[in-house]
């Protein structure tokens, strides 16, 4: 189940190579899906079939929504900032089809086109508010930039500036919205003093509803460390130095840190990081289930993936193919624990990765090869 390399090669141009061998191929057999292009598992999300018909750019869009609901600010708060990202806030076309509006210019009477940043961030009315909180530096790009990489720009931003930012943005557009429908003016220390008191009233009821920290797993291990007595632990990992083609190590190790197998193999391919660890995952197993291992741990220094695994989390995108091998070739292990490990804890399999074998694959059984002894024998010894 690998592609024909010579024969691709020889019949398509290299774009096209390139495109075929990264695509990873599955040992088992899986049903045709239709599976959404724009999403990293595959499955069409409502999000990005928005900004695809806005013709919007999605790696923007995506950031920007990681930053709104990061915010330290209430939802309804972080909702109004997301729609104004969206365009989805009421425009003025739309008060326009109401008839409350003659023209498209400000309200405020600047004379300007209103746009959604124009309205919470350029018009001289809303200026001196962002000046009387310190806030100006998160307007400085606004007429440059989209309201999604504006708020995507305001990540390094001091978190108190940001807090208070988000919250006149709200209080702006309130404000708008009260001189457009009612004729009434707020005046600037009133908005100031609002604004100052929503940032502390929400500080506070976090601080109350939220006083305890959520328990969280301990940290990834730094160093390698052995299994219990009889199982075997089994270390992993991938290597993409050359361009055009994947190096995958495998270890196993038992209680004691001796080498019960090594394995090095060399694949033509174009994958991802990502993918690549699964393979070298992949392999790690197959290799485990050669040497009748029954009980194993397996580990490997990308987290995502071991993540995936062990929720058992299948989807739709070409990762998911190599996943759903490993998962079934699990199925005859009696136990597998799925461990993480920092890249200096896996320093075997990272250097038998790098290793290129004779032929395709080269195994060693009860030894390692003497390019990664010395690493073996490091992690040995770290165990006293």
Aim: aromatic share 10%; charged share 20%; hydrophobic share 40%.
């Amino acid at each position: 189940m690998e592609w024909n390399t010579g024969f691709i090669e020889e019949n398509f141009d290299e774009s096209d190579v390139k495109c075929i061998l990264a695509i990873p191929l599955g040992s088992t057999e899986h049903h045709d899906e239709i599976t959404w292009a724009l999403t990293k598992d595959g499955i069409y999300s409502v999000k990005t079939a928005y900004m695809l018909g806005k013709g919007g750019n999605l790696d923007s869009f995506h950031q920007a929504w990681v930053e709104v609901w990061g915010m330290n600010a209430s939802p309804k708060v972080k909702h109004f900032l997301w729609r104004s990202c969206t365009n989805s806030l009421p425009t003025r076309a739309l008060l326009k089809t109401r008839h409350l509006l003659d023209d498209d210019s400000c309200p405020w009477g600047c004379g300007a086109s209103e746009t959604t940043c124009h309205a919470l961030f350029e018009c001289p009315r809303v200026l001196e508010l962002w000046q009387d909180l310190a806030c100006e530096e998160l307007c400085i790009n606004s007429s440059n930039l989209g309201m999604c990489d504006l708020v995507e720009s305001w990540k390094n931003c001091d978190k108190a500036t940001l807090s208070r930012g988000i919250y006149l943005a709200w209080c702006i557009w309130s404000e708008r919205n009260l001189w457009v429908f009612q004729g009434k003016r707020t005046p600037n220390h009133v908005l100031v003093s609002r604004v100052q008191r929503l940032v502390d009233e929400y500080g506070k009821f976090t601080a109350r509803i939220y006083c305890t920290k959520a328990a969280s797993c301990g940290p990834s291990a730094k160093v390698w460390r052995a299994p219990p007595l009889g199982l075997l632990k089994v270390n992993v990992d991938a290597c993409l130095a050359d361009v055009g083609w994947v190096g995958l190590g495998v270890v196993g190790r038992d209680s004691l840190g001796d080498v019960v197998f090594a394995a090095t193999r060399r694949v033509k391919a174009f994958w991802s990081p990502v993918v690549a660890e699964a393979k070298a995952i992949q392999m790690g197993v197959r290799l485990g289930l050669r040497f009748g291992v029954r009980d194993m741990i397996l580990e490997s220094d990308c987290q995502s993936v071991i993540t995936r695994l062990s929720k058992h989390a299948l989807f739709l995108s070409e990762l998911d193919i190599t996943l759903h091998d490993i998962l079934a070739s699990c199925s005859s292990l009696s136990s597998l624990v799925w461990s993480h490990v920092k890249r200096e804890g896996n320093f075997v399999a990272h250097h038998l990765a790098k290793l290129v074998p004779f032929g395709v694959e080269q195994i060693w059984e009860n030894h390692s090869p003497p390019e990664v002894a010395p690493y073996v024998l490091m992690d040995k010894l770290s165990l006293n």
